[in-house]
């Protein structure tokens, strides 16, 4: 048996997911892996707590008093957490401040001003600034962040580090 602070804690999303599928075959569907690697999961799951979680038969698999237990104490906890992650994904995805942004007058009516409207859609809290012309910019001094040029330069006036 391992202890607490040795404890692998990947098998409890699979042994959840196989509760409430209720079948190996439907909580590999539902993980997008092996009914295998399910198996090998609970397998390894119950070893590692000296502890039956299933009984298994040909036609069903049925929680074991230890099972239901587990189940009861980590599922809520799996969910807030899952819910956590996911609040701080969104939270770190969610761009805020300003973006300037220049291109010639047809490419920023034609292409960019429907692109620049579904990305501020996704990101309200961003103030975006869409600037039109065919005069090339000092980017740095007019606090310009993207900028949008068509043809050759007649001049190089960038360098392009990668």
């Not at 092996?34 to 040909?58: A, C, D, H, Y």
């Amino acid at each position: 048996m391992t202890t607490a602070s040795e404890f692998d804690l990947n098998g409890l999303p699979i042994f959840i997911a196989l509760v409430e599928a209720g079948s190996f075959t439907k909580a590999a569907e539902r993980l997008g892996c092996t009914k295998t690697r399910v198996s090998l999961q609970i397998r390894q799951l119950e070893t590692r707590l000296g502890v039956t979680l299933f009984l298994r038969t040909t036609r069903r698999v049925q929680l074991t008093q230890a099972g239901e237990a587990l189940y009861h104490q980590c599922s809520p906890l799996l969910t807030d957490l899952q819910g956590a992650l996911a609040s701080a994904v969104s939270d770190t995805l969610q761009l805020q401040g300003e973006l300037r942004i220049t291109a010639p007058e047809d490419y920023a009516a034609g292409v960019l001003s429907e692109a620049v409207v579904a990305f501020s859609r996704l990101h309200p809290a961003l103030h975006i600034e869409l600037r039109s012309g065919d005069q090339i910019s000092d980017m740095v001094q007019e606090g310009i962040d993207l900028a949008f040029r068509l043809g050759w330069l007649k001049t190089p006036r960038c360098v392009l580090v990668g």
